[in-house]
Nanobody, 116 residues
């Protein structure tokens, strides 16, 4: 079983920065991808940024140039650096791990609030 634990959320003013971290523990044989999703109030969960096995990364157009995803293979963590935050970035951010077989694991989520 895989457990994912997010940390690093909080409140920040527009233009500010946060760094989210996700640690994966448990029995992990193979990873296809580790991703960050977010869910804004009243909206569906959406993919924000992803890391694929082999090192490829991608970010949604709405956060390109502001968010950066990175992975530490030795620590089995995936971080999301959030810069120049906007009120529209407010939401609960979830870490996701997907296996090559298509099984998904989710963390509990961490709240990010951007407001003045």
């Amino acid at each position: 079983q895989v457990q994912l634990m997010e940390s690093g959320g909080g409140w920040v003013q527009p233009g500010g920065s946060l760094r989210l971290s996700c640690a994966a523990t448990g029995t992990i044989f193979n990873i296809d991808a580790m991703n960050w999703y977010r869910q804004a109030p009243g909206k569906e969960r959406e993919l924000v940024a992803g890391w694929r096995y082999g090192g490829d990364t991608n970010c949604d157009d709405s956060v390109k140039g502001r968010f950066t995803i990175s992975r530490d293979n030795g620590k089995n963590t995936v971080d999301l650096q959030l810069n120049n935050l906007e009120p529209e970035d407010t939401g609960v951010y979830y870490c996701n791990l997907r296996t090559p077989g298509g099984r998904n694991f989710w963390g509990q989520g961490t709240q990010v609030t951007v407001s003045s």
